[in-house]
């Protein structure tokens, strides 16, 4: 079984670690600096062209050791190689979790229920070559012979935010002449705003729905198909319309001609599937040859996360470190902050893939847990929110530890805008871990010229705590390698989570009720059937609402 037999935190190494916590939130950053001029050295990893500093942290050396028993005490190595070789770690849906054959580079057998999935991978990654290509030299046209310039995906969860993130951070690599969009809302403002831009003889569609019932992508599918045969008629939908499915017959059904259906599988998990033919409008947008580099990447972080020794092994330290502040300091935040506009969007897609990952309250042992699980993931690109959160994360009642990622090199080095945020960066994380003291600030304002009275009034505000930890991600340049790799760190770094919790973080359970009770509220709402008997408020509003729309 993937679940450990014993409760975790009743485990000696948990123990040693809350005991181990209580010391360390007396230690001051600065003063183990100080004392130690290895510290970077030693709390630092390298891959490729991607460095790590974790140096800014609350931890030493023994620390280190017992939150690394605590990762042998889950038999982490074990359920890693349980991942990589297709056991059905996905325990609830009895399935294998398998994102990494999608990028195994080396194209080694791995089997699920006694078959290679790889021949049926390298076929699909074949078609989506071939069709990213004929699309972007415009051999693939539309209905009129027009070269389709503006390629919308139609997807909702991981059908979206993987590969809207991924085409922004590629924005790089488009050509000039080409426009990528996204609907996933089924607001219909997201559809209407999307559909006014465009032009039906230059628009392709790509609908990404599993099974091809996905409620919000075929109702967005619907009103586009709507649109475009109102314009070109339906004969046009075949030359329009593309799909990432497993449902050929819906897809069919539809309009969309089958050899224009690209599939994945069960092993697959949403948040996980930009790799797959989700990706499909990644090899569009940046091409097919940048979107096998962000294979690579993956995959040399699928390498290093396999074989490399828990104690170097990048996304086990971070996981590490995660767990160290949700568990043994009370800690529920955690913020992600890449200063490059190229990764604008990659905090909202690890919001998905951390916290519908790990929000989880039973464990594999079918037991409800009595230990904190994942932590409330926000960012936003830097610097933009050093003047929006960053208050709080400097002065705030209790220190959110975080992830700062930056380039070394930008790929636009427009006179000094990269120093300037380079500089910003690196002065960030140097004030969380230094902070100012109250002597300081009162020599600052001295400086200034104020009196002791202002210097009394004012000295308390102008003081920052400090010692607030963060971990420091530099690449030299955010290419498609580059983002495989990051990308990658990230999913391996939420699995270790969940396998020292003892969660299965590959279902999603928690996204099902909301949309089951919307279906029994649709028809009330329309008048079709007698409201049912839902809470007051519920009844209230759903009566408001009614009468509002008459």
């Known amino acids: 079984m993937f679940g450990i037999s014993r409760e975790i935190n009743k485990s000696r190494a948990w123990n040693k670690l809350n005991k181990y916590a209580r010391k360390m939130q007396k230690v001051e950053m600065a003063d183990m600096f100080a004392h130690d001029k290895k510290r970077v050295s030693r709390f630092s990893l390298d891959l490729d062209n991607m460095h790590l500093d974790y140096s800014k942290n609350l931890i030493d050396s023994k620390a280190m050791l017992y939150l690394l028993a605590l990762a042998n005490k889950a038999d982490l190595k074990n359920k890693i190689e349980q991942m990589f070789n297709g056991a059905k770690i996905n325990s609830t849906e009895k399935r294998a979790v398998l994102h990494t054959a999608l990028r195994n580079r080396d194209n080694h057998p791995i089997y699920v229920d006694g078959q290679d999935v790889m021949p049926e991978i390298n076929r699909v990654l074949g078609k989506i070559k071939d069709f990213s290509e004929a699309v972007r030299l415009g051999t693939f046209t539309g209905h009129t012979g027009k070269k389709l310039t503006n390629i919308v995906n139609i997807g909702i969860g991981g059908s979206d935010l993987g590969p809207k993130m991924a085409v ?20 219909g403002t997201a559809c209407a705003e999307v559909l006014n831009k465009l032009d039906p ?26 649109w475009l045969i109102d314009s070109l008629g339906e004969p046009a939908v075949a030359k329009h319309f593309v799909a990432v499915s497993t449902n050929a017959a819906e897809v069919e059904k539809f309009g969309i001609n089958v050899d224009n259906m690209f599939e994945f599988w069960d092993f697959v998990g949403g948040r996980y599937s930009m790799w797959s033919a989700i990706g499909l409008i990644i090899a569009i947008a940046a091409g097919y040859d940048n979107f096998e580099k962000m294979l690579d990447g993956a995959h040399a972080m699928d390498e290093h996360f396999r074989y490399a020794d828990l104690a170097s092994n990048m996304p086990v330290i971070l996981a590490l470190l995660s767990i160290w502040y949700v568990n043994f300091f009370g800690i529920r935040n955690h913020v992600i902050v890449p200063y490059d506009q190229y990764l ?7 919001q ?7 929000g989880k309250s039973v464990d594999m042992n079918n037991n409800f847990i009595t230990y904190q699980t994942s932590p409330v993931i926000f960012g936003g690109a830097g610097t933009d929110v050093q003047h929006s959160f960053f208050q709080l994360l400097h002065q705030g009642t209790s220190f959110v530890p975080c992830d700062f990622i930056i380039p070394a090199i930008s790929h636009n080095e427009i006179g000094n805008h990269h120093e300037i945020l380079l500089a910003n960066i690196l002065a960030q994380s140097e004030a969380l871990m230094k902070g100012k003291t ?5 020599e600052e304002l001295k400086a200034k010229g104020l009196s002791s009275k202002e210097i009394a009034d004012l000295k308390r505000y102008k ?4 010692n607030r ?15 495989g790799e990051l990308v990658a760190l990230y999913e391996h770094k939420t699995f270790v989570e969940g396998v020292i919790w003892n969660i299965n973080s590959f279902d999603q359970m928690g996204v099902e009720l909301g949309k089951q009770l919307a279906l029994k509220i649709l028809p009330e709402l329309q008048g079709e059937a007698n409201p049912e008997a839902h809470d007051a408020s519920t009844n209230s509003l759903i009566a408001l609402i009614k009468n509002l729309r008459k």
């Open 344 to 350: 604008s969007l990659l905090p909202a897609y690890l």
């Open 201 to 226: 003889e230059t628009t392709l569609f790509i609908v990404c729905s599993k099974t091809f019932t996905t409620v919000e992508t075929l109702t967005n599918a619907k009103t586009c198909r709507k």
């Open 352 to 358: 998905q893939l951390v916290m519908e990952s790990n």
């Open 463 to 466: 003081t920052f705590k400090g």
């Open 168 to 187: 922004e951070a590629l924005r790089r690599y488009h050509l000039k002449d080409m426009n990528f969009y996204f609907i996933s809302n089924i607001d």
């Open 438 to 442: 109250t002597a300081q600030a009162a």
């Open 469 to 483: 930890p963060s971990n420091t991600i530099i690449f030299k340049k955010i290419d498609a390698y580059a983002l």
